[in-house]
Structures are given as structure tokens and as C-alpha cells.
T-cell receptor, first 118, second 114 residues
């Protein structure tokens, strides 16, 4: 079974600064998907960014980018020019590429609470 | 799209009572997922459906939990009888087979069992 670990329960960043959230995972599969979801106080889970394991290029979405290190099984999220609206829980998630019972589920880490200091 | 709709947003009940949570997935989505979020265990998948058929219910904690999807636009998660340890936020999510593997989440139902 796959596991996802977020070792930073809480982090803070000064507004306009850059912050990196860590995520590691354990899997025996060679192809899979990785995601970062944001959960603001409203509780809504919002997809921030996705990465296919077979792509070497790191995904980027505006101020959000990832550092995907497949050999190290590491998938960190970098938020540049942090804004007050970035304050939220951030969850790293894993999804298998293969079909079969259970493979369509997302396996989530425990989350990192990000605070943005004005 | 209206997004995934869940009701109620908040539910407070007493131990032993039956609780029914409702979900309307995004139109055209083939998959529907029920998750539970707690501080202790984080986000856990309870069950998921494909074309209204339950595919994997291995995450359902015990027989007190049941889920149904009578049609493509509606699903329920029922807890009977409810217990205080069931207190959590329950999320419904849906995705389309041909989508880029993204699951769209509803706003969640916060359940408190006294």
C-alpha cells in the first residue's frame, strides 16, 4: 500500500516571500500521479497542482510549482510571492495509474497548515 | 457546473440516532467517492462508485456505515446507529473517466455526534 508523509504539521511565511512544503511517499509502482490540494477554512478541497510520474518536467501553475524527485520519492510544493489567501491546509496526495479495485482512490498525507504573516 | 453538492453542511445528532448524508456529483461524472476527515486519521477513503456501482468499500469502518448510489446524480452515506467517534467532516468527490484524474470535492458535511 502506498503511504504519503508530510513531515511539517505547520509552517509560516511572510507575505510576498517564498515557502516550500515537503511531501514524501512510498510506492512500488513506477507510474502514478501526485497532487497538491489546498483546504482553506471554508473546508473546500481545491486542486492546486498535479504531476505525472512519467514526466520529468516539474509542473507549474502560476505562483505554485513542484520539485518532483522520483528517485527520492519526494514531491515538494513551492509557493512564490505568498499571499494572505494562500493561508490554508495543504495536502499532498498520491494516485495509482493502474486500474483495479482501489486504484482510483487518492491517498492523502496528514497535511501542513500554512500561515501567511502580513 | 454547480460543483459537487453536499447536504447538510452541518449535522448535530445524539448517539444512537440515524444520520444520512447526501451528495450530488457533477453531471457527467462516472466516479463518486466518499471520504472522512478527522484530526487523528486525516483524509480516508470510505467507498467509491463507478457508474453507480460500489467498487471498493474496504474503507467503510464497520457495518454501521452504508452507502448507496441509486442513480447517477445522487448518493447517500448512512450511519446507523451513530456514535461519538463518528464525528468528522465527510466529503463527497466525483470525477469523470476521461478527466485528467482530478477529483472535484464537495464542501463537506461536518457531523457531530453527542
Amino acid at each position: 500500500a502506498q503511504t504519503v508523509t508530510q513531515s511539517q504539521p505547520e509552517m509560516s511565511v511572510q507575505e510576498a516571500e517564498t515557502v516550500t512544503l515537503s511531501c514524501t511517499y512510498d510506492t512500488s509502482e513506477s507510474d502514478y500521479y501526485l497532487f497538491w490540494y489546498k483546504q482553506p477554512p471554508s473546508r473546500q478541497m481545491i486542486l492546486v497542482i498535479r504531476q505525472e510520474a512519467y514526466k520529468q518536467q516539474n509542473a507549474t501553475e502560476n505562483r505554485f510549482s513542484v520539485n518532483f524527485q522520483k528517485a527520492a520519492k519526494s514531491f515538494s510544493l513551492k509557493i512564490s510571492d505568498s499571499q494572505l489567501g494562500d493561508a490554508a491546509m495543504y495536502f499532498c496526495a498520491y494516485r495509482s495509474l493502474y486500474s483495479g479495485a482501489g486504484s482510483y482512490q487518492l491517498t492523502f498525507g496528514k497535511g501542513t497548515k500554512l500561515s501567511v504573516i502580513p | 457546473d454547480a460543483g459537487v453538492i453536499q447536504s447538510p453542511r452541518h449535522e448535530v445528532t445524539e448517539m444512537g440516532q440515524e444520520v444520512t448524508l447526501r451528495c450530488k456529483p457533477i453531471s457527467g461524472h462516472d466516479y463518486l467517492f466518499w471520504y472522512r476527515q478527522t484530526m487523528m486519521r486525516g483524509l480516508e477513503l470510505l467507498i467509491y462508485f463507478n457508474n453507480n456501482v460500489p467498487i471498493d468499500d474496504s474503507g467503510m469502518p464497520e457495518d454501521r456505515f452504508s452507502a448507496k448510489m441509486p442513480n447517477a446524480s445522487f448518493s447517500t452515506l448512512k450511519i446507523q446507529p451513530s456514535e461519538p467517534r463518528d464525528s468528522a467532516v465527510y466529503f463527497c468527490a466525483s470525477r469523470r473517466e476521461t478527466s485528467y484524474n482530478e477529483q472535484f470535492f464537495g464542501p463537506g458535511t461536518r457531523l457531530t455526534v453527542l
